[in-house]
């Protein structure tokens, strides 16, 4: 049996604790963070500290944490010249971690929250690591935890996850200027749901330029007009308009 410690008990700690705790080949034998106690939606048989001094022996150590400090606790870590250190950044470097004998990335490319379960074998794992024998041993490991393994070096890495922002963190956030309209007019939000499980649909049938419609695909100059005059006074005119020219230029080009 593979025993890890996970170092973080954010978002991605947590996923990756339940994906490791469901898997018969691996081993939880410690979570290591900065908190004074294991938060309690981690499940609480597993031993935890908060003392690097103190942390276990492990065949693999996931740092789980934010890209700000990977550096700084990978060079805190002192372990076996054996075992493999790895981080789960989408745009940290591969040779952050160049302190130790054997290191990697498992980068999960999911958007995790705490009270949203996942099904973690669907999630695509980008492995990157320091020479072809480790990087053989994290892509076994990622495949105990989920059906998509991918090897990528750290540009492309980094691309998938300006890719990543894109789709997920900026879209999400055209969500919330969209709740925010609708709530200066004392309009239920909830009138976009079945709008956006259609969007979200139609990408399984559809390439993203093929599903894009509305106004600016249509170069719908009136109805862009008024929405702009309505939009003037608010903070999300320029949002509107660049997004819009943009749809303009796309659909010029195809």
């Not at 103190?54 to 075992?83: G, M, Q, T, V």
């Amino acid at each position: 049996m593979i025993k890890v410690v996970i170092i973080g008990t954010g978002n991605v700690a947590y996923h990756i604790s339940k994906a490791v705790l469901k898997n018969k080949k691996l081993e939880i034998a410690m979570i290591c963070g900065r908190k004074k106690k294991l938060p309690t939606n981690f499940s609480q048989d597993i031993a935890y500290s908060n003392n690097f001094k103190k942390i276990k022996k492990a065949d693999l150590y996931i740092i789980c944490i934010n890209d700000d400090n990977i550096f700084k606790i990978s060079e805190k870590l002192n372990i076996d010249k054996e075992s493999i250190v790895v981080h789960t950044s989408g745009s940290t470097e591969l040779n952050v971690l160049s302190k130790h004998n054997n290191y990697g990335v498992i980068y999960p490319l999911q958007t995790f929250s705490k009270d949203k379960e996942i099904e973690f074998s669907n999630v695509p794992i980008i492995i990157e690591a320091n020479s072809k024998l480790i990087l053989s041993r994290i892509k076994e490991i990622s495949s105990f935890l989920s059906n998509k393994v991918l090897k990528c070096n750290s540009n492309q890495r980094t691309f998938i996850h300006i890719s990543a922002i894109f789709t997920n963190n900026f879209s999400n956030f055209m969500n919330v200027i969209a709740q925010d309209i609708l709530k200066s007019q004392d309009i239920d939000s909830e009138i976009l749901k079945p709008l956006l499980n259609e969007t979200i649909d139609k990408l399984n049938f559809l390439t993203s330029k093929e599903a894009q419609t509305g106004p600016a695909a249509r170069n719908d100059k009136i109805t862009i007009e008024k929405h702009l005059n309505l939009l003037k006074k608010t903070k999300y005119f320029e949002t509107y308009n660049a997004l819009t020219k943009e749809i303009i230029n796309l659909k010029n080009e195809l």
